[in-house]
Every structure is written in structure tokens, then in C-alpha cells.
Nanobody, 124 residues
Framework: QVQLVESGGGLVQPGGSLRLSCAAS????????IGWVRQAPGKEREGVSC????????YYADSVKGRFTISRDNAKNAVYLQMNSLKPDDTAVYFC?????????????????WGQGTQVTVSS
């Protein structure tokens, strides 16, 4: 079955960096699109970034553009999110999600799968 496992979250100070990883199994990345969604307590889910697994085109929410970079490694069936210049507003649980249709507003296809999430906390 399809499985997505996120890792790399943690506690960092404002201005710091983290690299999130998503290991996928049960499907190959070249057969689906994939990206990252985050949710802070009491707030709506927010699309962060996604990548076309067929041609590698990348997309970013305005709030993270210029600071975050999404990438993929099809040989490893993995997706990454390099997060630089982190801000307290970036604090959230970050989920790896398949079949992202739109980031703003967030739309995920009915066939989309979600990982368990990894916590990112940005605080001084």
C-alpha cells in the first residue's frame, strides 16, 4: 500500500534551517505529483510547495517563496523540502501529500495520500 514517511523536523531559532524528507513506498514518484502541506494548531491546512514528478516543475506558496526549495530523487522515491530563513509563522506540522491540485487555496485530489507529519517549531 501507499505509505509516506516524513522526517527532519525539529526545533530551530528564527533564521535557522531545516531539511525535511519524505520517503514514499507503494508507488513511484514519476507516476504522481507530490508536495508539502502544513497545519498549525487551530489553523487551516496550508499548501506549502509541490513538485511535478513527471517534469520536475516546482510551485510555492507566496509565504515561503524564496526561502524554501522542494526537490525530488526518483531513484530513492523521496521528496525533500529545504527550509531556510525560518520564521515563527513557519511553526506547524508538515505533511507529505500526494496529488496536490492547488496550493492557494489548498486542494488535494480524492486519491491523495497523507503522511503522519513531522513537527517544525521555530522559536527563540
Amino acid at each position: 500500500q501507499v505509505q509516506l514517511v516524513e522526517s527532519g523536523g525539529g526545533l530551530v531559532q528564527p533564521g535557522g534551517s531545516l531539511r525535511l524528507s519524505c520517503a514514499a513506498s507503494g508507488f513511484t514518484l514519476d507516476d504522481a505529483n507530490i508536495g508539502w502541506v502544513r497545519q498549525a494548531p487551530g489553523k487551516e491546512r496550508e499548501g506549502v510547495s509541490c513538485i511535478s514528478t513527471s517534469d520536475g516543475t516546482t510551485y510555492y506558496a507566496d509565504s515561503v517563496k524564496g526561502r524554501f526549495t522542494i526537490s525530488r530523487d526518483n531513484a530513492k522515491n523521496a521528496v525533500y523540502l529545504q527550509m531556510n530563513s525560518l520564521k515563527p509563522d513557519d511553526t506547524a506540522v508538515y505533511f507529505c501529500v500526494t496529488d496536490i491540485i492547488a496550493l492557494e487555496p489548498l486542494r488535494v485530489g480524492v486519491q491523495g495520500y497523507w503522511g503522519q507529519g513531522t513537527q517544525v517549531t521555530v522559536s527563540s
